[in-house]
């Protein structure tokens, strides 16, 4: 079996492109060889069966090679719009040594917006850190995502600057721009201000009032960000948006940072749940699997 992409193998390549191919290749395999097998054999023309619907369009061709129910879309049943808000605040490049939330976030972006070409859909790219610093246009052609590609790849080399975290207003500005019910997809470590938490849930609901589907992908390094899991000496922790710093030993404040983080994460997904928006916390030290695996449940249920 072909070894998994990691982090590490992402900084011995300098072709976007070629990444993300191969990452969508290796995915559809795996879904193959799995339980899956059949969840997305095809990927342009089918959508998967639901109970009760007409079974008038059911392709029974497919049914017979995958043993799942799948029904013959339509064109106009296929176009999908996606904005993906991709969060290059100064936090999303912990670690330091790989950009690890942000490098990962990118190549996911990049597999996404592969997989949405490959299924005639339209994507468009919002990069975002106090403010929308960079916006495309909403498009399905080839030449739009080899630009996508290209700008995923300049991202990845830039380096950080000093900016806060606004998701709130970057989520507001979105759902106020976009006319068409679409598909919201947002990569962020959602590390804001600590008491801007209701106004990060009031920019989601803003989203799903606008009747927007949406995906949270939570990006966090888990070892370090949530069980703070450092060897125990002096450390200097600095905050890599305020440039605040901190002088301790990890035994020190563990307990109390494992609770408070642990209670936020909570939090924000209990407000996700409320608000019908697909919250899925990932870890950069996992596979890329579970997001691709994740937006395609999603677009399953989205017509």
């Known amino acids: ?51 009760g619907e007409s079974t008038r369009h059911i392709d029974w061709k497919v049914f017979a090679r995958t043993d799942k129910l799948f029904v013959k879309r339509y064109e106009e049943e296929t176009n999908l719009r996606c ?21 990962f976030s990118i190549l996911c972006a990049a597999a996404l917006a592969t997989l949405l070409r490959k299924q005639r859909d339209a994507v468009g790219l919002v990069t975002f850190s106090d403010k929308i610093e960079l916006q495309t246009p909403v498009r399905s052609t080839a030449s739009h ?17 000093a900016k806060d975290t606004n998701v709130a207003e970057v989520v507001h500005q979105i759902a106020q721009q976009i006319q068409k019910r679409s598909l919201v997809i947002i990569f962020s470590d959602m590390l804001s201000k600590l ?34 899991e450092f060897a125990e000496r002096p450390y200097i922790f600095v905050d890599s948006e305020t440039g605040q710093e901190l002088k301790l030993q990890p035994s020190q404040v563990r307990d109390h940072y494992r609770t408070a983080v642990e209670s936020y994460k909570k939090e924000l997904a209990l407000k996700c749940g409320q608000y019908k928006i697909d919250f899925i916390p990932v870890d950069i030290s996992e596979p890329f699997d579970k997001v691709l695996y994740s937006y395609l449940v999603k677009r399953a249920k989205v017509r």
């Open 145 to 161: 995502l080899h630009t996508l590609l290209l700008l995923l790849q300049k991202q990845m080399e830039q380096q950080p600057t």
């Open 195 to 228: 008491d801007d938490s209701d106004t990060i849930f009031a920019a989601l609901q803003h989203l799903k009032h606008q009747k927007h589907e949406v995906l949270l992908f939570h990006v966090m390094d888990r070892k370090t960000e949530e069980e703070f």
């Open 1 to 51: 079996m072909k070894k998994p992409l990691t982090l590490a193998d992402i900084q011995k390549f300098e072709n976007m492109e070629f990444l993300a191919k191969q990452l969508v290749e290796g995915f559809i395999t795996g879904l193959h060889q799995s339980p899956y097998h059949g969840f997305s054999v095809e990927f342009s023309e089918h959508r998967l069966y639901n109970s």
């Open 83 to 103: 904005h993906m808000l991709l969060d290059v605040s100064p936090s999303m490049y912990y670690p330091a040594e790989n950009n690890g939330k942000l490098t």
